[in-house]
């Protein structure tokens, strides 16, 4: 995600969660929201089960102030025995559930969805959950998951609206492929992650399915509705990228939109080859104050690319940022939120190094001044690998210049010490080690220092946890707060 105008969404969110019990002769505790103990969002997952996949369904019926009807089926793997499944689930209405078949009670309490299976789930035991609900793009919640578009809807999640959404395990640690099935009045164009895999029409209506050939958090899930029209181009190896842009704004964004084919293949010759099935961005007619690297299709503002006060070396480098997300953040996924500058710092790095290669804007200035904040963004905001709570009311307030320009300046110091060449085998290795799963602070640590042939350990943890920030390795003149 890349917060450029700071107006992050807000939501007055109680605590929820999961909970796993033990079977007794007792009659089981009263049905309860608990977390899997995320520091940063405690209410979020659930633990004694692993999701495989989700397929999920939406009916749209082309009026953005009605709820959705969706079925979301969910397969996955009991780690625990269960006579309650918690799903994260808030914003709909459920009308029944089923639980390998069989009709389930539920109950909610906070953000869950509490069901009580018919028989208790065994370790090791497939788990097949139907849940038949709506789906509410509630007008005015800027936290609700669906963004409403001029001409329909879109998705942003991040960083713990995909419950708001649909039923789900909503915790990047616990990632699964992905169907969705979405059916819209005839005239709509509906792109969603992934590939397409079928496209009917039925009477007034049509249906598009899609379908991801790689994991991913739900976070990052993308579903695009609107009167649009869908560019299509070749990236590197032939790789398919389609861009879903406002139909009447098609002309204007092209220009803008074909350099992404070049910047993949810059991304690739400084990290490796792009680890999805295909790549593009939905350009929405939206106020959100953010861009997203959703998973193979990443949000973009329309008023981006329309700003008459934004230069193209300025887009360009945010269209890297979001891109580079695909290998960071998205291809690996940080295990808690806690390891959020994996994903914003690597990004930052990648969008200034763009910036500097392509638009001339110097890197080491940009450090310099970032050099210069950091110790008022680590007194303010926490530092880079152990961010601050949010605050109350804004979810997204974790997402502050310490994991973006002073998680990026961790990796310029990085590469200050142990240089560039191994800097860059670094970021290779990262990429092709953890790809489609997760990873955390110390895995990096523990690579770097490999990839080094040294410990980093105590450098790294200076950088990433320290209070004030390090001396700049080859830069004695660097101050802070100057």
Request: charge should be negative; glycine fraction near 8%; proline fraction near 7%.
């Amino acid at each position: 995600m890349l917060l450029r105008f700071r107006t992050p969404r807000t939501a007055a969110l109680l605590a929820a969660g999961a909970s796993v019990v033990l079977i007794s002769a007792a009659a089981p505790p009263p049905a309860t929201a608990l977390g899997i103990g995320d520091r940063l969002y405690p209410y979020l997952g659930n633990p004694g089960y692993d999701v495989r996949s989700y397929d999920i369904a939406f009916t749209y019926k082309g009026d953005n102030s009605k709820p959705l009807e969706a079925v979301t089926q969910i397969d996955a793997r009991a780690t625990s025995q269960l006579d309650r499944i918690n799903l994260d689930f808030a914003q709909g209405t459920v009308h029944s559930v089923e639980v390998n078949g069989v009709r389930a009670d539920f109950a909610t309490s906070v953000e869950d969805l509490i069901v009580t299976p018919p028989r208790p789930i065994k370790p090791g035991q497939p788990l097949h959950i139907t849940v038949r609900h709506t789906s509410d793009p509630m007008p005015g919640k800027e936290d609700a998951g669906w963004v409403r578009t001029e001409d329909g809807l879109a998705l942003a999640n991040q960083a713990d609206a995909a419950h708001r959404v649909f039923p789900c395990n909503d915790h990047p640690s616990d990632k699964a492929y992905f169907t969705f099935r979405i059916t819209t009045p005839n005239g709509y164009t509906t792109v969603a992650n992934g590939l397409p895999v079928a496209t009917t029409h039925s009477g007034t209506s049509t249906s598009w399915v899609y379908r991801t050939a790689h994991p991913m958090a739900t976070e990052l899930a993308q579903v695009s509705i609107g009167r649009s029209t869908v560019l299509h181009q070749k990236g590197p190896h032939g790789l398919p990228v389609r861009d879903v842009v406002p139909a009447k704004d098609a002309e204007a964004l092209r220009p803008w939109l074909n350099r992404i084919p070049d910047q993949i293949a810059w991304m690739e010759g400084k990290v490796g080859r792009y680890p999805f099935e295909n790549y593009g961005v939905v350009v929405a007619e939206a106020q959100t104050g953010f861009e997203l690297e959703t998973q193979t299709l990443s949000l973009f503002q329309r008023k981006l690319f329309s700003h008459a006060d934004n230069p193209q070396w300025y887009v360009d480098s945010l269209l890297v940022h979001e891109l580079s997300h695909q290998w960071f953040g998205d291809s690996v996924t940080p295990r808690t939120w806690s390891d959020l500058w994996l994903n914003e710092g690597h990004a930052t790095w990648y969008e200034a190094l763009y910036a500097q290669e392509k638009g001339h804007q110097s890197m080491e200035a940009r450090m310099r001044d970032a050099y210069r904040d950091s110790d008022a963004w680590r007194a303010a905001d926490g530092t880079p690998a152990a961010p601050k709570m949010p605050t109350t009311g804004k979810k997204l307030s974790i997402f502050r210049p310490a994991v973006y320009d002073g998680s990026a300046l961790v990796l310029y110091a990085l590469r200050q010490d142990i240089g560039t060449r191994k800097f860059e085998l670094l970021e290779r290795e990262w990429v092709r080690t953890h790809r489609d799963s997760n990873a955390t602070t110390a895995d990096f640590v523990a690579l770097a220092s490999k990839v080094a042939g040294r410990d980093l350990s105590g450098f790294l943890k200076d950088w990433l946890y320290g209070e004030k920030t390090p001396p700049m390795p080859g830069h004695p003149e660097w101050t802070t707060g100057q």
